[in-house]
């Protein structure tokens, strides 16, 4: 009885090898399965096309929502006008002195970089330090923190225009590399409130996209330096020895954008953070 049994266990697995099946059975259990396969492919690139879609329009509604709070609006203004300025001085500082001052241009580079890396990283932490004082004064007075946040801009930017004003007119290089000192000293202290104000102005999930749009502004700002240069070049005439039409071009140039940028940050600060819409409140 063993045999026949291992004999039939045997032939029922001979036989499932090498039967084939019935062709047309088969044939219709593939093409369901394509189909299978086929619809489960139409809904992944279906359900893939609608989260692209989402990703597009929430990105560009988070662009929107940013660009629609009056706040911001003129905080990116101010901070455009404050990345011209101090992308024109980063760029032309350097050829100014060298006209102005030619045998003290090796002096320039070094002391120029010291004065960069210390009086730039000072006023950046002085700048800090202010607008989280500023702003408990405000709340105590009644003024919304950001509001006292922005009276750091707004003051070193102020105080930036006499300092580089005497910068480029200076008579020695003694005078003009102190009040670069001074100047710098005065003039970066406005980056982190600037931050600060912007992150706390929008949405939650908006922070990226809002800094990402302050980099634009700095990016454009690029286009400054340029200008100035295209001006320079029609304005000197054979004599390129002449210090007084870059330093002109520069003073009034660099002080307009210190001057204006204040005031773009002053009527920002001026505007209630209630007027930004609902729709980035809840963001």
């Known amino acids: 009885m063993d045999f026949i049994a291992a004999f039939g266990i045997f032939a029922a697995v001979l036989s499932a090898i090498s039967i084939k099946g019935d062709p047309k059975m088969l044939e219709e259990s593939k093409s369901k399965a394509d189909d299978v396969v086929i619809d ?63 045998d003290d241009a090796a002096s320039y580079a070094v002391i120029n970089a010291i004065i960069v890396g210390l009086c730039g990283v000072t006023s950046g932490l002085i700048g800090g330090y202010a607008a989280d004082k500023t702003a408990a004064v405000a709340e105590q007075t009644g003024w919304e923190s ?22 480029a007119h200076a008579s020695t290089f003694d005078s003009a590399i102190f009040w670069l000192a001074i100047e710098y000293l005065v003039a970066e202290c406005w980056f982190g409130p600037t931050v600060a104000v912007l992150q706390s102005e929008v949405g939650a999930r908006q922070g990226g996209a809002a800094q990402g749009l302050f980099t634009l502004t700095g990016a454009i700002g690029n286009l400054a330096p340029s200008l100035l240069g295209i001006i320079y ?31 773009c940050f002053a009527v920002s600060a001026s505007k209630d953070s209630s007027d930004k819409k609902v729709l980035v409140k809840e963001a």
């Open 40 to 102: 489960i492919t139409k809904d992944a690139t279906s359900a893939s096309s609608i989260d692209t879609l989402k990703d597009e329009k929430s990105a560009f509604s988070d662009v929107s929502d940013i660009l629609s709070i009056p706040r911001v609006q003129w905080l990116f203004a101010g901070s455009f006008l404050r990345f011209c300025s101090g992308l024109c001085i980063g760029v032309w500082a350097a050829p100014y002195y060298k006209l102005a001052f030619p």
């Open 146 to 167: 950001n509001a006292g946040r922005l009276i750091v801009p707004i003051v070193g930017s102020l105080l930036a225009v006499p300092t580089w004003w005497l910068t």
């Open 233 to 263: 070049g029609q304005q000197i005439i054979g004599d390129v020895s002449n210090s007084s039409i870059l330093s002109n071009l520069l003073a009034n140039g660099v002080c307009a954008g210190y001057f204006l940028s204040a005031v």
